[in-house]
């Protein structure tokens, strides 16, 4: 054991197993709570899952860290003289010093960027390195990445959250802090932008079904950078501006998680949804940095790697100080009769990884192959030499983790955590370092980095493959520097940008999630009531059935052709349990729940990690409880209730932190009409089929009305007994009071539209007064009834009804069109 792995399990010396098996639940609960997550396209449990983190961090010594240190910025710097010099002069193609094949011959390489001076003078400014250690301590440059490396954010959460299991041991080793290298990037992209201090960064990126788009949201929170996707930029006259709902925003600078090929339609692939036409020619024009420039994807081809060594030599006149491990491009006829006799104790790769004009396959260990297998493999090799890469084996150098096999199918409680057996076990361990410019031709290393572990039976470090991580930390024998991200001093201009934009695609996610999230709960609770009075005292009532079955049809909580509850309440009952977790067909309570959720998820950054806890939480309870009573054939009406109850729960939390946790801006506007859209046209609809169904006059079907406006402890107090229509109008359609009753919804509706409008205190925009106005209504007016065939008609309630119901469909559509898809007025430019 080394001196500093000694010391830190020193500061362990009194923990036994059960109290590390304790901090391990704790570690597995934090990363579930903080809502980290790891997107895997192909898994079948859903788009997203829990980041994989272990418990021991990697530690590197400060000797170790140096050799480290200078020698990813020397190629780092090598690196940028390739960028200038393959999109300039191209001296190392035409001196032989790099085979074309492997620049113009790879689809990374952009054409349309070819003698374009990138803004700010440099090409490269975050680029990652994958290094793996040997058994004589001698670390070896495996890869490295320039489009859109991946990490910066997770290394950070990782950071965080390990710091705080062992803060003792943290201080005492003297483990290098973070903010100050991600300072210095903020600062040199500001710098070098077009804009100076002032400008308006953001960090583009592919979306939520991204397999790293947690870091997109958590690094743009961070580093105070708005988050955006292809379709909220725009390029006018050049310049790359921002979709918002108060116009077009100039954008100075992005931070890509993009891959190149993606950025631009018009140039690039024409079938890209992500990226923004014309931003290759606002680049040209230099009106925008972007980090990195496009066109570097060639430099992550593994060939590179075995011309660098030369190259070096040739652009900077040094030999390389961190090696890489040997490497041979088999489009090369002596490195093909070189490599082929060390296929066996090689890894084989793809030269282009990822085309798809090339043949692109996953990395395969000569080790692994059978003799036959072996040979196949280099007929290929030879028949396609040019798109075959060998490298050199290194067995991974391993480091100790915390295994945890917990009793009881390894349950998170902290009784299981006392009954698990748990030990310290060797994993292989591959470690990913940063590097970030600090200046105009200046980098820093971030000290640390992230680590991937290998499973228990691989040999490949990845994610993708059942991996983990692991914190890194880089000791050093001087003073830690303690920077912080925090500004103390900030410019007028730099206040105005940090005033949040919303733009034109989180204000439609924000609106959803406020419509999904009333639909939600409108969906509970008529679940509720249904199921209460399908097993209660008024079961029998022919009218408060009908309306039940009517409004269950309506709102799709059961499907067409269920026999209605007054025909066979048993088969209604069950076709309604079984349609509640349900996210398919019947769109009851979990297909509600999980469209709440997905909305929610594109707009992470804006939410609290509370809030976004919940969310979670509530929707996995649901589906799990849904299932598990299924499974077993125990799924009564009882235990649906207790369901739904539980459910109710969260999302009065849900409802909680959006009313009083989230900034009111005009994103929170569009969630809150999004919401009330959502209430009048429900509440509306329940009152019309009260009516046209006469549940209202009955007992159990006026109580029902009132327990789904949620408002029978309002009603008994101010009218005991009663069961006047005059007092359920009163209370339900005129309450200015009543945060449910029409009123108070068309009021709210009435002043949320005019603020998002921009309205002068007291007036009203052309949106507002599409809603009808409650200062018109009468209780008179609409008591007034005329005979007819079914009894007496609410002429006037009825006309009412039908204006909300109308209003509500005109305001959803009005506000797409004005906010987010601008077809209603023609954008307007916010600053310059």
Not at 508 to 537: I, S
Not at 683 to 704: D, K, P
Not at 768 to 795: A, F, H, I, K, N
Request: charged fraction near 20%; include cysteine.
């Amino acid at each position: 054991m080394t001196p500093v792995w000694a010391q830190f399990f020193a500061h362990l010396s009194g923990q036994t197993a059960a109290d590390l098996n304790q901090r391990a639940v704790n570690l597995a609960r934090q990363v579930r709570d903080n809502g980290v997550s790891y997107n895997v396209y192909a898994d079948e449990g859903g788009p997203q899952r829990p980041w994989s983190l272990d418990l021991f961090p990697l530690i590197i010594e400060p000797g170790s860290w140096q050799q480290i240190e200078a020698g990813v910025l020397q190629r780092m710097r090598l690196l940028e003289r390739l960028m200038a010099d393959v999109y300039g002069p191209q001296q190392s193609l035409m001196q032989g010093w790099l085979p074309p094949a492997l620049v113009q011959g790879h689809p990374g390489y952009l054409r349309a960027m070819h003698g374009v001076k990138p803004v700010g003078g440099m090409h490269l400014h975050i680029a990652a390195f994958d290094l793996a250690r040997g058994p004589d301590g001698q670390w070896w440059v495996v890869g490295q990445r320039c489009q859109a490396p991946s990490g910066l954010g997770y290394l950070l959460e990782n950071r965080l959250t390990i710091g705080s299991q062992f803060p003792e041991a943290f201080a005492a080793l003297r483990v290098q802090r973070l903010a100050s290298t991600y300072r210095a990037l903020m600062d040199s992209l500001k710098l070098m932008s077009p804009a100076g201090p002032d400008a308006h960064l953001a960090l583009l990126t592919p979306g939520p079904y991204n397999e790293t788009y947690f870091e997109h949201a958590y690094l743009a929170r961070y580093l105070g950078l708005s988050l955006v996707e292809g379709s909220d930029l725009i390029v006018r006259d050049e310049r790359l501006y921002l979709k918002t709902l108060k116009g077009l925003v100039p954008v100075h600078g992005l931070l890509k998680r993009v891959d190149d090929e993606y950025l631009d339609p018009l140039e690039l692939r024409a079938d890209s949804t992500l990226g923004v036409p014309g931003l290759l020619q606002a680049i040209r024009a230099g009106h925008v940095l972007v980090a990195n420039a496009p066109g570097s994807a060639f430099l992550e081809s593994p060939a590179l790697l075995g011309f660098l060594p030369a190259l070096s030599r040739h652009l900077l006149g040094e030999e390389l100080q961190l090696p890489a491990l040997p490497t041979w491009w088999c489009g090369e006829r002596s490195a093909l009769e070189d490599a082929l006799p060390r296929l066996r104790e090689s890894a084989i790769k793809a030269t282009y990884t990822g085309s798809p004009v090339h043949h692109s396959f996953d990395a395969v260990l000569g080790r692994a192959l059978s003799a036959r297998e072996l040979d196949e493999w280099a007929g290929r090799i030879v028949r396609q030499s040019e798109e075959h890469t060998i490298q050199a084996y290194l067995p991974l150098s391993q480091i100790p983790t915390w295994q945890t096999t917990a009793a009881g199918g390894g349950v998170d409680t902290a009784s299981a955590a006392h009954e698990a057996a748990g030990q310290v076990l060797p994993r292989s361990v591959m470690l990913r370092v940063f590097v970030v410019s600090s200046g105009l031709q200046s980098w820093r290393v971030l000290p640390g980095g992230l680590a991937r572990v290998a499973g228990s039976t691989a040999e490949v470090a990845a994610m993708q493959r059942g991996g983990s991580s692991a914190d890194v930390w880089a000791l050093t024998r001087g003073e830690v520097d303690t920077t912080t991200l925090l500004q103390p001093h900030l410019t007028a201009a730099s206040l105005t940008q940090r005033k949040r934009m919303v733009t034109s695609r989180a204000a439609e996610n924000l609106f959803w999630l406020g419509r999904y999230t009333e639909r939600t709960e409108n969906a509970l609770r008529l679940a509720r009531l249904t199921l209460e009075c399908l097993n209660g005292e008024d079961q029998s009532s022919p009218a408060l059935l009908v309306w039940l079955g009517s409004m269950a049809l309506a709102n799709t909580l059961v499907l067409p052709g269920v026999p209605s509850p007054a025909q066979a309440r048993r088969v209604f009952e069950r076709s309604l349990i079984a349609s509640l977790g349900s996210s398919e067909g019947a769109t009851s309570v979990g297909y509600y729940l999980r469209a709440l959720k997905m909305a929610a998820s594109t707009v992470r950054e804006r939410l609290s990690q509370a809030h976004w806890r919940v969310i979670v939480r509530a929707e996995e309870e649901l589906f799990a409880g849904c299932s598990m009573h299924s499974d077993q054939g125990d799924y009564s009406s009882l235990a649906a209730l207790q369901l739904l109850k539980n459910t109710s729960d969260h999302l009065a939390a849900i409802t909680g932190a959006q009313t009083d946790r989230m900034t009111r801006d005009d994103g929170w506007r569009l969630l809150s009409i999004g919401r009330h859209i959502e209430r009048l046209s429900f509440l509306t609809g329940a009152l019309a089929r009260g009516f046209e169904t006469g549940s209202v006059h009955t007992e159990g079907g006026f109580e029902a009305m009132m327990a789904l406006f949620d408002c029978t402890i309002t009603f008994h107090a101010q009218y005991q007994q009663s069961r006047d229509i005059a007092a359920l109008l009163d209370l339900l359609v005129l309450d200015p009071d009543n945060p449910r009753s029409l009123a108070w919804v068309a009021r709210t509706l009435r002043a949320r539209l005019a603020k998002l409008a921009d309205s002068a205190p007291g007036e009203l925009c052309a949106l507002s007064l599409r809603v009808p106005d409650p200062q018109s209504w009468s209780l008179v007016q609409l008591c007034e009834t005329q005979p007819s065939d079914s009894g007496q008609d609410y002429l006037a309630l009825r006309d009412l009804l039908l204006q909300c119901l109308g209003a509500a469909m005109e305001v959803s559509d009005a506000i797409n069109s004005t906010y987010f898809t601008h077809s209603a007025a023609s954008n307007q430019s916010v600053g310059t």
